[in-house]
């Protein structure tokens, strides 16, 4: 049961994750192309994409409650960090795009800063998966 969790927990990851990491990255791109239509269809990536990536969450804590591995401070530090990504997704960059697509006062550098954030904020939580430091379940 574990292994299928943690299956649907890293294929989330993967698919919803990812395009929105790549979608926030180009849109500032597109703000200063000025072109509307990527701008919407990006926006729309991220949007869409963020809403399932709320699995990525889900079928971690089944994954962890699975493993007993709870109250793992490097579990509690990846658990923190997804809610600071999520935070920055959800009340920075989606607000920021919507924004500059209703045309008001935009800086494509403000929103090229808040993804490059996002993204590393993914990458840190991905290494702690990984590593999982002091942890003594498997290698
Ligand atoms: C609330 C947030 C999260 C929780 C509770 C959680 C929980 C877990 C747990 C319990 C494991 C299994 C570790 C083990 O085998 O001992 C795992 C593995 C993994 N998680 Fe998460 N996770 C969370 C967020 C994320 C995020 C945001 C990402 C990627 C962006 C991610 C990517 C991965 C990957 C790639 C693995 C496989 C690591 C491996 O088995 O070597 N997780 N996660």
């Not at 701008?39 to 869409?48: G, W």
């Not at 399932?52 to 994954?63: E, I, M, N, Q």
């Not at 989606?94 to 935009?106: D, N, R």
Request: aromatic residues 4%; charged residues 10%; glycine residues 10%.
């Amino acid at each position: 049961m574990t292994k299928v969790l943690l299956s649907l927990h890293v294929l989330a990851a993967i698919v919803a994750i990812g395009p929105v990491t790549v979608a926030a990255s180009v849109f500032p791109s597109a703000l200063r192309r000025g072109d509307r239509d990527a701008m919407r269809q990006l926006h729309r990536v991220c949007r869409v994409y963020a809403l399932l990536g709320l699995a990525v969450p889900v079928f971690g804590l089944a994954t962890a409650g699975s493993l007993g591995v709870l109250g793992d401070a490097w579990l509690i530090v990846s658990i923190a960090l997804t809610a600071v990504a999520a935070a920055v997704l959800g009340l920075a960059v989606l607000p920021a795009q919507e924004a500059a697509l209703a045309g008001g006062p935009s800086l494509p550098a403000r929103l090229g800063m808040l993804a490059g954030v996002f993204n590393l904020l993914w990458t840190v939580v991905v290494v702690l998966m990984i590593v999982r430091p002091g942890s003594t379940t498997g290698a």
